[in-house]
DNA sequence: GAACGGTATTTTGTCGACAATCGACTATTG
DNA sequence: CAATAGTCGATTGTCGACAAAATACCGTTC
C-alpha cells in the first residue's frame, strides 16, 4: 500500500473552488472576491490567495493585479484555443508513448482498455469515464515526459470543465467513443506512431466541436453574468458551511 | 505614446529571481528562502511568495509544500521535454497564423526580418535577437489564440534559461540562424501552412540538439549543486544590496 | 564507529491588522 | 441635464508575529 501525503490547506481550498467553477456554481466571468472565500471557508486570507494562484496556472482564473480574479471566461475563441492546444500537447504524448513505453506499460495501458469495454457492457457510465481516464493517465506516464504530464494535467480541469457542459448535449453513445478508445489503443499496442496521433487529434477534433456547439445553445444561459458584471456581487448571502471538513490541523 | 502600468511589486520581484535563475547565478536544483530573499529585497515574505508562484508557472521552479521551492533542474529528460512541448506549441501558432493572419499582419511580420537581416549585415547580434523576438511576438499575435499566446509566453523564460546556456557553445552564425527564420516567413507569406510548421519543427529540433550537447559539456559545472545539495545553504552572507532601485510606493 | 532518538534551529504556513488602490456614488458646476 | 471632481466604501496588497513542520545537530547506545 502507498501512502499519500495529506493534502495541504491551498490545496483543498484549490479544489473546492474548482469544483465549483467546473460545475458552473461560479459562472465564468464572474469576480472572486478573497475576503468572502476566506470567511466562508472560515480560513484567512492567505491560503486562498495561494489557491486562486494555483487555479491561475490551471487556467480556470485569471487575475489582474489590484483588480482580483475572475473565472476564466468562455469565448468560442478561448474554447478553440484550449482544444487545439490540449490536442497539440496529447498528440505528443501519443507520439512519445510509442515512442517509449515499454510491454508493462502497454500491458497496463490494455488492460485500462478492457476495463472501459467492460463498463459499457455494463453501461455504467461512470466506471467507463474512471477506466477512460485511467487510460489517459497511463499513456501519459509511458511517455515519460515529465514536464508534458505537468502541463496536461495543469490543463485537465479546464477540459472537465468543458465535459461538464457538454455533458448532457452530447449525442454520440459510450459505445461510440469507446471504439475511438480501441483504436488508439490497438495503434499504440503495435507502436504505429502516426495513426496513433492521428487518432488523438480525431477524437479531440470532435470534442471540440460538440463544446463549440454546446456553447452556441447555452450561451445566454452560461455567459449572462459575463456580460451583466454588476450582478456578480453577490447580494444574496449563502448559508455559510465549511465545505472543508476533513482538516484536522489549523 | 502608450503608457504601461507600473509592474506590480511581486512582478518585479519575479523578474529578478527570474534573471539570476536565467544566468544561473541561482543554480538548477537550488533550493530558494523566502525569508532571506525577501531580507536581500528588503520586502516581507508576501510578496516573495507570490513572486515564487508566477516563476512556478513558468516552470522555472519547483514548489513542494512545506519544503519550499527549488530552482528546477537540468536534467536531460526535462530539457527533451521542454523543448518537444515548445515545439509543438509553435508549429500550432504557426499553422494557426497561416490560417488568421491579415495582410497588415503579415507586412508587420515581413517587416520585423527585413530588421533582423539589417542587423546580420550590421553584424549586430543585440539588435538581431531583438528582431527575432519581435518576428516571433507578432507572429504569435497574428495566430489570435489568447491562450497560445500566455503559454507559450510562460515556457520563453525557461527557454530563454537554455539560450543562455548554448549561447558560448553554439557554432552556427547568425547567419545560418537568419536564413531559417527567412525560409520560415517566406512559407508564411504566401500561406504554405504545412511548410511553414515544417521550418519550425527543423528550428527546434536544431536548437535541442544544440542544448542536448552544451549540457553534456558543462553538466558538471552548472549540476555540482544538485547533486550535492548541502552546498546550497548559502553560508556566505552576500553584500545586502536593494536590486530594486525603480521602486516608489511602499 | 554506525545507527538511532531526541532536542534545537531553521524554514514554511497561517493569521489578523493596516495601507494602498479601485470603483461606485454623490455633489457641484457649467 | 451632462460632465467632472471629490468622497466613501469595498477590495486587494503588504506587513510582522506566531504556529507548525522539517531539517540539522548532537549525544546516547549497541
Avoid: W
Amino acid at each position: 500500500m502507498t501512502f499519500i501525503a495529506a493534502q495541504s490547506l491551498p490545496e483543498q481550498i484549490a479544489e473546492h473552488i474548482r469544483e465549483k467553477i467546473i460545475r458552473f456554481e461560479l459562472k465564468p466571468g464572474e469576480s472572486i472576491r478573497e475576503a468572502q472565500l476566506a470567511a466562508e471557508l472560515q480560513v484567512s486570507r492567505s491560503p486562498v490567495r495561494e489557491a486562486l494562484k494555483m487555479l491561475e496556472k490551471q487556467r480556470l482564473v485569471e487575475q489582474t493585479p489590484r483588480k482580483g480574479s475572475k473565472v476564466t471566461g468562455l469565448s468560442k475563441a478561448y474554447i478553440s484555443s484550449l482544444y487545439n492546444i490540449t490536442c497539440a500537447l496529447i498528440m505528443l504524448a501519443a507520439k512519445e508513448c510509442t515512442e517509449k513505453s515499454t510491454p508493462e506499460d502497454l500491458k497496463k495501458i490494455n488492460q485500462t482498455v478492457l476495463n472501459a469495454a467492460d463498463a459499457v457492457r455494463r453501461k455504467d457510465i461512470h466506471a467507463y469515464y474512471t477506466s477512460f481516464f485511467d487510460f489517459s493517465l497511463n499513456c501519459l506516464k509511458a511517455a515519460r515526459n515529465p514536464l508534458l504530464e505537468e502541463m496536461i494535467l495543469d490543463l485537465l480541469p479546464s477540459v472537465r470543465r468543458m465535459q461538464y457542459l457538454t455533458f448532457t448535449l452530447r449525442s454520440e453513445s459510450l459505445y461510440e467513443n469507446l471504439q475511438i478508445v480501441e483504436r488508439g489503443n490497438a495503434y499504440l499496442q503495435q507502436g504505429n506512431r502516426e495513426m496513433a496521433v492521428e487518432t488523438v487529434n480525431e477524437y479531440l477534433t470532435k470534442e471540440k466541436e460538440v463544446a463549440l456547439k454546446t456553447l452556441d445553445a447555452g450561451r445566454d444561459l452560461i455567459n449572462q453574468r459575463m456580460k451583466d458584471p454588476s450582478i456578480t456581487a453577490g447580494k444574496e448571502k449563502k448559508s455559510i458551511v465549511n465545505p472543508l471538513e476533513n482538516r484536522e490541523s489549523l
